[in-house]
């Protein structure tokens, strides 16, 4: 699964303070909140890794430095290591984990601003023409190589991945006279709407105007308007982890074996 374009950087949007899933985000901030003993960051980021994108800029707000310390000790963590105490310390790690050659940079983007805001500060870390920018809360089955091609095939400055919405209730076709002729349980709706894991040129930069700025308002239908958006339509899983009753959902997906954003071996 290794991309061609495996230095592309993939921005995370890890700012948000996550409000409607309190029972987790009140002590620690969204993307740490755990999917099968990992947080769900992490899920995130091996996503990408398993189609060779290794490269990550992490864009902090709230609890930020909770996401640093993670990372800062994420060898301890993660392996058996041996310690020679003494003055002069010294740590070997015993085994390896297999998050190997992952590049991550954990940039500041300040505790309120917003998701427009938040790429916009950290452009300074994207050196390429193309990067990718998604959301920390968000889980797919998404095959990220073909994501990039389409991008990069259709010549225009930015794509969006597009899912249909799952209804949360059992839709029910009625007649006239009150006699249900159909019922369907959370089927799909007709429409799209946006899964994030986003692919822009570098020339999106310029639609982003300060701290202020809301990616999913002004910068993206500015772009709509003028021809330069595109959806990659994603037929596959999504799961946005929004709720405590997500948080339970998901969970329990993976508590079941056949957690369907496994793509890694």
């Known amino acids: 699964m290794e991309a061609r374009d495996a230095g592309m950087k993939v921005l995370i949007l890890c700012g ?3 409000a409607r899933l309190r029972e987790e985000t009140e002590y620690r901030p969204k993307p740490l909140v755990e999917v099968g003993g990992r947080p769900i960051l992490w899920h995130i980021m091996k996503i990408y890794a398993a189609h060779g994108f290794k490269e990550f800029v992490l864009c902090l707000g709230y609890r930020g430095t909770m996401i640093k310390e993670y ?3 994420y060898e301890t963590y993660n ?6 105490l003494g003055r002069k310390s010294i740590i070997s790690y015993d085994g390896a984990h297999e998050e190997q050659d992952y590049r991550i940079t954990l940039a500041d983007t300040g505790q309120s601003t917003m998701t427009g805001g938040r790429v916009l500060r950290a452009k300074r870390f994207v050196c390429g023409d193309t990067f990718m920018v998604t959301y920390g809360d968000g889980l797919v089955d998404l095959d990220i190589g073909r994501l990039v091609a389409f991008h990069k095939a259709h010549g225009r400055l930015a794509t969006i991945t597009t899912v249909r ?4 209730f059992g839709v029910l076709n009625i007649r006239d006279d009150g006699q249900v002729s159909q019922f369907e ?3 799909r709706l007709d429409g799209w709407v946006s899964a994030g894991f986003m692919v822009f040129n570098r020339a999106v930069f310029d639609y982003l105007d300060g701290d202020e700025c809301v990616l999913e308002q002004a910068p993206l239908q500015r772009l709509a308007a003028e021809g330069q958006l595109m959806s990659y339509r994603h037929d596959g899983f999504f799961f946005a982890m929004d709720t405590y009753r997500d948080y339970l959902e998901i969970n329990q997906l993976w508590q079941d074996g056949t957690p369907p954003w496994k793509v890694w071996s």
Do not use: A, V, W, Y
Request: glycine letters at 10%; hydrophobic letters at 20%.
């Open 16 to 18: 948000g303070q996550g």
């Open 71 to 73: 990372f800062l000790n």
């Open 165 to 168: 919405p799952e209804s949360r």
């Open 185 to 187: 349980e959370k089927p």
């Open 79 to 84: 392996n058996d290591f041996t310690i020679h």
